[in-house]
């Protein structure tokens, strides 16, 4: 009965080895040879149309979604509607605008449909259902519909909050590499310092 080995068949030095002889050819199709390329035409004999469910799409994909890049071009417009108004819209304008946001929002949703839930007979996972980064974005541009919008109205809130990640940017570095402030005086002066540095 043979003994079986850790040494691979290529690195036995009991095993014959068989020397390939070349043939002298090059590489890739011979002369003479006649290949044959499927040609692009207007005119197929079958058209079939595949409907895809991206409920059925592996998770943790991103996959392209109209309904955002319409929201991401509504979003910059009204930006710039609100910057020509002098900051503020009025009511008519604004809820003008909000119709069109609530009609991207309704494509998203039949873009975006809720996971399905699991067949009858299959054990259930325990906690919430997982849902598709799309769909969260989605629901919470649904479900903070006025906070999202409210630049349009109120004068005060910015369009972006890139202000208030950058004047606390500094702060979470500190935190990073030091962890923590030693004494209670040592936060106050670095808040007091970095608040004169932000307004400069």
Request: a positive charge.
């Amino acid at each position: 009965m043979r003994q079986k080995s850790s040494t691979p068949p290529s690195a036995d030095p009991n095993r014959k080895k068989k020397s390939k002889k070349g043939t002298g050819k090059k590489p890739g199709g011979q002369p003479g040879r006649v290949g044959i390329t499927l040609k692009k035409t207007d005119t197929p004999d079958e058209i079939q149309t595949i409907k895809l469910d991206k409920r059925t799409l592996a998770k943790g994909k991103t996959y392209k979604q109209k309904w955002a890049k319409k929201m991401q071009k509504l979003l910059l417009e009204i930006n710039e509607i609100v910057k020509e108004a002098g900051g503020v819209l009025n009511e008519t304008e604004a809820e003008n605008l909000k119709i069109r946001y609530r009609k991207i929002v309704k494509e998203g949703e039949r873009e975006s449909p809720l996971p399905e839930p699991p067949p009858e007979g299959v054990p259930k996972k325990r906690g919430r259902i997982k849902k598709t980064d799309a769909r969260n974005l989605l629901e919470r541009l649904r479900d903070f519909e006025d906070e999202t919008l409210r630049f349009m109205t109120v004068r005060e809130v910015p369009f972006t909050n890139n202000l208030g990640e950058r004047d606390i940017r500094m702060t979470k570095v500190q935190q990073k590499i030091s962890g923590c402030f030693r004494s209670w005086d040592g936060a106050e002066t670095f808040c007091r310092i970095r608040s004169y540095i932000n307004l400069q």
